[in-house]
């Protein structure tokens, strides 16, 4: 690699030659094979993610899951042979961003997650665009979970993250892991 650095640096840019070509076909070459070196460690961690996710999805399906959402966890289980022997990453996260759904689908009708979500957006009121109405919602919300209305406190949440300015909302994103 450092020889073909050296050598490129010593033809001028305008030189056509065949000296030129050859060592942009061996740069090339070396681009793909440092890419062929890599690519089966990306598709091992994306298989692996998918595994962990497929993992996570199945425990709150057997837990909190609806027969919708333990149909759709089946057919995308079901189709895994399929798209694991495809050797595509970006099929594999595919199918890992559908796991994800349903865990999201599943997670914003658990209290656990809804006061776990509720609890840091009183935190982060001080970043909110409109203080009277964060007030205000925090102020339900604190109610609602005192009653047991998860109905209303994901309604809340959603009033609150949508009262965040944008990075914050990226926050919230990766923290519990899935696209709002």
Known sequence: ???????????????VTDDKYKLEDRKRKIAQEIDSATKHKRI??????????KEE??????ENGNDHERKTFNDIV????????????IKIHEKSDELQSIIGQINWRTPDFLTSIFNWLKGEQTKMNDQTQAKS???????????????RLREINFGLLDLLPRGAKEQITTKIGFGL
């Open 57 to 62: 999805c199945l425990k709150l399906i057997d």
């Open 44 to 53: 091992q961690k994306v298989k692996q993610h998918y595994f962990e996710t």
């Open 137 to 151: 919602l925090i102020d339900a919300g604190k109610f609602v979970v005192e009653s047991q209305n998860w109905d």
């Open 78 to 89: 079901s189709q895994e042979e399929a798209f694991m022997s495809t050797n595509s990453p």
């Open 1 to 15: 690699m450092e020889i073909v650095v050296e050598e490129t640096e010593k033809l001028n840019d305008d030189d």
